[in-house]
C-alpha cells in the first residue's frame, strides 16, 4: 500500500496497448471513469457495530482498485433519521456517527485518489428531512426566518395534478404540519419536505454546502430528483425553465471555482427530456440514461434487439463535454416509469412474478438473480454495459453475482453487506449477527458461504475475475467511453452487434442475445481488408473481405473485435 | 431423381435469420402493388395490437408480379413515423419475401408458406390475401387468434354475404361439403383462413404439390386434409367482405373447374375418411355462424336458362354418361319446360351432384371435361334459385340453404352407393 501522506495524483496513466489517455483533457475524467456504487453502511464495518463505515470502506480500496473500476460513487452518509436511507438529510455538512467522523472521510478520500480513484457523493437538493434545523425551524411558527425556505400552503390544492412519485406510500404530494398549521410540498416520502428554491436564500445554502464538500475533495455529485426543484401552478412542476437556471448558476459557480469536478443528474425521464439538462454544456456533464436499462433486460428475455436499437435512436445527440451514466442495477427498484404499459407488463410477468418483488413501478431484485444465476446472462449483460455509449455504473456485489432478499421491505433486500468471504458475518462485521444493519444473504444458492469475494479471488474462471478482466479490457481502449455507435442491423434480429469508432480506432461488438446457438452475416464493407482480432483472446479472426462476415455464437455469446488494418 | 429443393437459398438465408416464431401471416401476391401497402399496413397493425409479446413473421410470397409489388412489401415505411415516443410492439416483425419461379398460384404461393411455418415452428399462421379490398387489423387477430390460443388447427372465415353472393358456396359446395365431410365449415374456398403450425407441416408432407386441384385452390384440400387427420376445425365471422373488381375473378366456368375440380379430388383423396360416416358436425364459430344481408341485386337471369338448355342439348352424349339414366331424363325433361315456370327440384340437384362425383371417382371420361359439364346443370340451379328468390329475405333464403344442406345429407347413402358401385 502507498503512503497515504503522498499527494493525491489522478492523472490516468496510458495503458500498455491503449490508446492514448492524455491528461489535457483530464476535465474529462467522467467520460472514461467506471463506476461502483456502493453505501458506506452496506460494504465494511471497522468497529463491530454492525454498520459499515469509512474506515471499513478504506481498508477495502485494495480490492476496488484491483477490480479496475476509477470511480466510486456513494450513497447519503450524513446524518439522517434513516427514513429513506439517508436520501433524508438532516445534515449536509457532516457524517452520520455510524460510519465515523468527518475526518475519517477525508481520510478515505486521500486514499481513494491515492489509488486514482475519483469519489462522487449524493447531493440531495429537492428536499431534506423533516428533522433538519431548516425545516425545524420554518415550522416553528409562519414568521420565522426560514418559514420562506420550504414551500407552504394553506390548502392541499394547489399544484393539483401533479404526479405522485412513492405511489404505494403517499396519497398527496402535500402533508399536514400541525405545528404551523399548514400543508408542505414533498414530492417523495411525507417526512421530506422540498426545499423552496424560488428563495435566494436557499439556493446560497446549498452552494454553501456544495462547496464545502468540494473544497475537501470530492470530485463530483450526483444530484438528486434534479427535476422538482421549482414548483408552478399549471404544470407538471417538473423539468420547469427556473430549474435549468438554478442548475446553470450552480456549474458555473462550479466551473470558474473547481475546475474538473463533475455534476451528475438524477433525471428518471425520456432521453428527449434529460437533454435539456445538459443545457449547452453548461448544466450536467452527466445524466443517467434510465430507458435505455430496462431494455437492455427486455431485449435478453425477448431476444431481440429492437428495444435497445428503439431506444438508443430516439436518444438525441448531447453536446461533446457531456456524457449518459448507463447502469443495469442499484440501490434503488429497477425502475418501470420510462416503459410502455406493455412493456412494464411484460417486464413483471418475466422478471417479477413474485408480488413481493415489486415496489412502485420498479421491480426490487438484483442482477444475478434476475439473469436466474446464468453466468452468460449475466456476462451478456455486463459486456453490454460495458461496451454501450456512456459511463457505466457498477453497483456493489454485483461483480460477484450477490443475491438478494425481497422480503426485507422496501428496497432493502438489495442493501444487504457485501460478502467478503464465507466467514463469520461474511467478512462484513466482527459484530454479533444480530446486530448487523441488515440480515446477511444466506439462503445456499446466493448466500455469503457460496458467494463472496475470497472464493472468487481464488478461481481464475469466476464471475470476479471475469469482471476484472472484461473492465481492463474497456479501461485498456478509450473507444468504449469517447467513442461513436453505429448499428450493423444484420438480418437476424438476435444478434446486436454495433461499431465503436474513435479516430483510426475500431471495435465491432456483437452479442447472441438468445439462449441457442445463431450465426449472423455482418455487412462490414466498410472494414474490408480489416483483421478482427478478439480482445479477450486476441486471437485473429478471418479477414473481411467482399462477402458479408459470417459469425457463430454460442446462446448469450457475445465478441468484442479491434478492427486493425495491417 | 429426388425433387429440388423448392426453397430458394436466398429464401432460405431470410427463414434461417428470422430463427422461430410463434406466429406467420402469409400474404401471396402477384401484381398486387396498389393494394399490398395497405394490407401490410393491416396486417402490421394487428400483430402490434394484438400479439405484443408473440415472435411474428409477415411473408410475400409472390408469384412473379411485373409491377411494383415486391418493392412495395419491402420498402413501405412503419406508419408510426420517426417521432413516436416508444415504442410499440416489444418485438421485431420480421418482413421476408420470397419468389417462386412457376406461374402465379395460390397452391404454389402455400407451399412456401407452410415451409416456411414448419422451418420457423410457426404456431398459428394466417394468409391473407392482398386482393381483398378491406382487410383490417381484426381479421388477421381473428384468424390467428383461434389456432393459436384455442388449440384450432384450422379457421375459415366467415363473411356478411348480400343475398346473391357466394350462391356456388352456398348452393354447392357448403352443403356438400358438409355432407361428405361431415363438419360444417361454410367458407371452404375463401381468399382469407387460418391455420396451426402442426396442420401447417403435415401438409408440407403430403406429395400433392404438382396436383392441378392443389396448385389452383388449396385452402379446401388444407381444411379437409385437416379434417381427415382428426383436427380440430373452425370458423371466425369476419365481418363484410368487398367485391372483387368486376372482371378480375375467374367466369363461372373456371370457378367451377377450380373449385368442384378441387372438391371431387378431395373427396377421391380422402374417401377412406368420408364413407363411413353419416350427419354433420357444427365446428366451433366465433361470433354469428352467417349473416345475409337484405341488399344486393339479383344478377340478370336472361341468358342463364338458354345457357341451360344448349348446354344440356349439346352436352347430351356426355351427361348420358355422367348421369344415371333417370336422372339425365329429369334434366331433360326441365330443360323442355316453360322458363316462367321452371324449377330445379332440390333432391333432383344433390342426385345430380352425387352422380357427378361418383363419375368423376369412376373416370367415366376425362375428369376436366366432367367437371366442366357441370356447368350448364349450375346455370340452370341458378336460374331457378334467382326464380324462387328474387323477393325472399336473407333469412328466408338462409332457411332454404339448410333444407338444401339436410337433403344432401340425407342422400349420402346414394353417393356411397354410386361411389363404391363397380363400374
Not at chain 2, 82 to 111: F, N, V
Amino acid at each position: 500500500m502507498q503512503d497515504p501522506a503522498t499527494p493525491p495524483s489522478i492523472v490516468s496513466k496510458p495503458h500498455q496497448e491503449s490508446s492514448v489517455l492524455l491528461s489535457q483533457d483530464e476535465n474529462l475524467w467522467y467520460k472514461d471513469a467506471i463506476i461502483y456504487q456502493l453505501h458506506v453502511r452496506t460494504f465494511c464495518d471497522s468497529n463491530a457495530d454492525g454498520i459499515g463505515d469509512f474506515r471499513g470502506l478504506t481498508s477495502k480500496l485494495d480490492y476496488l482498485q484491483e477490480l479496475g473500476i476509477n470511480a466510486l460513487w456513494l450513497l447519503p452518509f450524513y446524518p439522517s433519521p434513516l427514513r429513506d436511507d439517508g436520501y433524508d438529510i438532516a445534515d449536509y455538512t457532516s457524517v452520520h456517527p455510524s460510519y465515523g467522523s468527518l475526518q475519517d472521510f477525508k481520510d478515505f478520500l486521500a486514499a481513494a485518489h491515492h489509488r486514482r480513484i475519483r469519489v462522487i457523493t449524493e447531493m440531495v437538493v429537492n428536499h431534506t428531512s423533516d428533522q433538519h434545523p431548516w425545516f425545524q425551524e420554518a415550522r416553528s411558527s409562519r414568521e420565522n426566518p426560514k418559514r420562506d425556505w420550504y414551500v407552504w400552503s394553506d390548502t392541499d390544492t394547489r399544484y393539483q395534478g401533479v404526479r405522485i412519485i412513492f405511489i404505494d406510500t403517499e396519497m398527496s404530494n402535500w402533508a399536514w404540519d400541525p405545528i404551523s398549521k399548514s400543508y408542505y410540498w414533498h414530492r417523495f416520502f411525507n417526512h421530506q419536505p422540498d426545499l423552496n428554491y424560488d428563495n435566494p436564500a436557499v439556493r446560497e445554502a446549498m452552494w454553501e454546502v456544495m462547496k464545502f464538500w468540494l473544497d475537501i475533495g470530492v470530485d463530483g455529485f450526483r444530484l438528486d430528483a434534479v427535476p422538482y426543484l421549482i414548483e408552478r401552478d399549471g404544470t407538471s412542476c417538473e423539468n420547469l425553465p427556473e430549474t435549468h437556471e438554478i442548475i446553470r448558476k450552480f456549474r458555473k459557480r462550479i466551473d470558474e471555482a473547481y475546475p474538473g469536478k463533475m455534476l451528475l443528474a438524477e433525471a428518471n425521464q425520456w432521453p428527449a427530456d434529460v437533454i435539456s439538462y445538459f443545457g449547452n454544456g453548461d448544466e450536467f456533464h452527466m445524466a443517467f440514461h434510465f430507458p435505455l436499462m430496462p431494455r437492455m433486460f427486455m431485449a435478453v428475455k425477448l431476444e431481440d434487439r429492437k428495444p435497445i436499437i428503439e431506444i438508443l435512436e430516439q436518444t438525441p445527440q448531447i453536446p461533446e463535454t457531456c456524457q449518459w451514466c448507463i447502469f443495469l442495477r442499484n440501490h434503488d427498484e429497477l425502475t418501470l416509469e420510462m416503459v410502455t404499459d406493455i412493456e412494464r407488463d411484460y417486464m413483471y410477468d418475466e422478471y417479477a412474478v413474485d408480488k413481493a418483488m415489486r415496489i412502485n413501478l420498479g421491480i426490487r431484485r438484483r442482477l444475478a438473480p434476475m439473469m436466474e444465476n446464468d453466468r452468460r446472462r449475466v456476462e451478456l449483460l455486463t459486456g453490454l454495459l460495458l461496451s454501450m455509449p456512456g459511463t457505466p455504473i457498477i453497483y456493489y456485489g454485483d461483480e460477484i453475482g450477490m443475491g438478494d432478499n425481497i422480503y426485507l421491505g422496501d428496497r432493502n433486500g438489495v442493501r444487504t453487506p457485501m460478502q467478503w468471504n464465507g466467514g463469520w458475518n461474511a467478512g462484513f462485521s466482527a459484530a454479533d449477527p444480530e446486530r448487523l444493519y441488515s440480515p446477511l444473504i444466506s439462503n445456499p444458492v446466493y448466500g455469503y458461504q457460496a458467494i463472496n469475494v475470497d472464493s472468487q479471488r481464488r478461481s481464475a474462471h469466476s464471475l470476479l475475475s471475469w469482471m476484472k478482466s472484461v473492465i481492463q479490457t474497456r479501461n485498456a481502449f478509450r473507444v468504449f467511453s469517447r467513442g461513436s455507435i453505429e448499428f450493423l442491423n444484420p438480418s437476424n434480429h438476435r444478434v446486436l452487434a454495433y461499431v465503436r469508432k474513435l479516430g483510426d480506432e475500431k471495435v465491432l461488438i456483437v452479442n447472441n442475445l438468445s439462449s441457442s446457438a445463431q450465426a449472423v452475416e455482418l455487412n462490414l464493407q466498410m472494414y474490408k481488408r480489416h483483421i478482427p482480432i478478439e480482445m479477450f483472446g486476441r486471437n485473429l479472426f478471418p479477414r473481411i473481405g467482399d462477402l458479408p462476415y459470417l459469425l457463430t455464437l454460442g446462446p448469450y455469446q457475445f465478441y468484442w473485435f479491434r478492427l486493425r488494418r495491417i | 431423381m429426388a425433387e429440388e429443393s423448392f426453397l430458394a437459398d436466398e429464401f432460405l438465408r431470410q427463414l434461417m435469420s428470422v430463427g422461430e416464431v410463434d406466429l406467420l401471416v402469409g400474404i401471396p401476391s402477384y401484381n398486387n402493388a396498389a393494394t399490398l401497402g395497405q394490407t401490410l399496413q393491416s396486417v402490421e397493425e394487428s400483430l402490434r395490437q394484438n400479439f405484443v409479446r408473440e415472435r411474428a413473421a409477415i411473408l410475400n410470397v409472390d408469384g412473379g408480379s411485373t409491377d411494383d409489388t415486391r418493392q412495395v412489401f419491402e420498402q413501405s415505411a412503419d406508419p408510426r413515423g420517426a417521432s413516436h415516443k416508444g415504442l410499440t410492439s416489444l418485438r421485431t416483425i420480421h418482413r421476408i419475401s420470397c419468389q417462386y419461379d412457376k406461374s402465379p398460384s395460390q397452391g404454389w404461393a402455400l407451399r412456401n408458406i407452410v415451409a416456411a411455418a414448419d422451418l420457423l415452428r410457426a404456431r398459428a399462421c394466417a394468409i391473407i390475401s392482398p386482393a381483398t379490398a378491406n382487410v383490417t387489423s381484426s381479421w388477421v387477430a381473428n384468424l390467428v387468434r383461434p389456432a393459436y390460443r384455442e388449440g384450432l388447427d384450422f379457421v375459415a372465415p366467415l363473411y356478411v354475404r348480400s343475398r346473391f353472393q357466394g350462391l356456388l358456396a352456398r348452393d354447392l359446395l357448403y352443403p356438400m361439403t358438409r355432407a361428405v365431410f361431415g363438419q360444417r365449415i361454410r367458407e371452404l374456398y375463401a381468399d382469407e383462413w387460418g391455420f396451426s403450425g402442426r396442420l401447417a407441416s403435415q401438409c408440407l408432407e403430403k406429395d400433392v404439390w404438382h396436383e392441378e386441384a392443389v396448385r389452383a385452390r388449396p385452402q379446401a384440400w388444407m381444411a379437409i386434409t385437416a379434417i381427415g387427420g382428426g383436427l380440430k376445425c373452425g370458423q371466425y365471422f369476419l365481418g363484410p367482405k368487398g367485391a372483387a373488381p368486376a372482371g378480375t375473378g375467374p367466369d363461372i366456368v373456371e370457378a367451377i373447374r377450380q373449385t368442384v375440380g378441387n372438391f371431387f379430388w378431395c373427396m377421391e383423396t380422402n374417401q377412406a375418411y368420408w364413407l363411413s360416416r353419416s350427419n354433420s358436425q357444427p365446428v366451433s364459430t366465433f361470433g354469428p355462424d352467417h349473416e345475409l344481408s337484405s341488399d344486393g341485386i339479383p344478377p340478370s337471369p336472361e341468358k342463364i336458362f338458354e345457357l341451360f338448355r344448349s348446354g344440356v342439348n349439346g352436352l347430351e352424349p356426355i351427361l348420358a354418361s355422367i348421369l344415371a339414366p333417370d336422372t339425365h331424363a329429369q334434366i331433360k325433361a326441365i330443360a323442355l319446360s316453360d322458363p316462367t315456370k321452371f324449377h330445379f327440384a332440390m333432391e333432383l340437384w344433390v342426385k345430380t351432384l352425387y352422380e357427378f362425383a361418383a363419375s368423376y371417382h369412376h373416370m367415366v371420361l376425362n375428369r376436366d371435361h366432367l367437371v366442366q359439364a357441370l356447368v350448364p346443370l349450375y346455370r340452370g340451379k341458378l336460374y331457378s334459385f334467382l326464380l324462387e328468390h328474387a323477393n325472399s329475405s336473407g333469412e328466408e333464403m338462409e332457411a332454404q340453404s339448410e333444407i338444401l344442406c339436410q337433403e344432401f345429407e340425407r342422400q349420402k347413402p346414394y353417393l356411397v352407393e354410386r361411389w363404391t358401385a363397380k363400374s
